[in-house]
């Protein structure tokens, strides 16, 4: 069975390339779902794959890729459905 998460993301974190470096982890963990920005400068990830892979995800969202600041990582349950085939950026 699978694992998924939502993370919302706060800090520095558009603009800098988080979304695409977010996808490029997660294809190479093998997880599926997505990352998009919201209205409020924050990013929200979608996390759908093996217990380990999303949390090794869930790490590295911690610090996220080099030109962003993460500040704070808020995880919430989610529902493996939520998630299609692959992993989008929007």
């Given at each position: 069975m699978d694992a998924a998460a939502r993370f919302?993301?706060?800090?520095?974190v558009q603009g800098v390339c988080f979304r695409a470096n977010t996808q490029a982890?997660?294809?190479?963990?093998?997880?599926?779902?997505?990352a998009r920005n919201l209205a409020d400068g924050r990013v929200e990830v979608l996390a759908v794959?093996?217990?380990d892979a999303?949390?090794?995800?869930?790490?590295?969202?911690?610090h996220g890729p080099p030109h962003a600041r993460v500040d704070y990582v808020?995880?919430?349950?989610?529902r493996a459905s939520d998630?299609?085939?692959g992993f989008a950026v929007g």
């Open positions: 919302l993301v706060s800090g520095v982890q997660a294809q190479r963990l093998g997880v599926r779902g997505h794959g093996g217990a999303v949390d090794q995800l869930a790490h590295w969202l911690q808020q995880r919430e349950e989610a998630a299609g085939v």
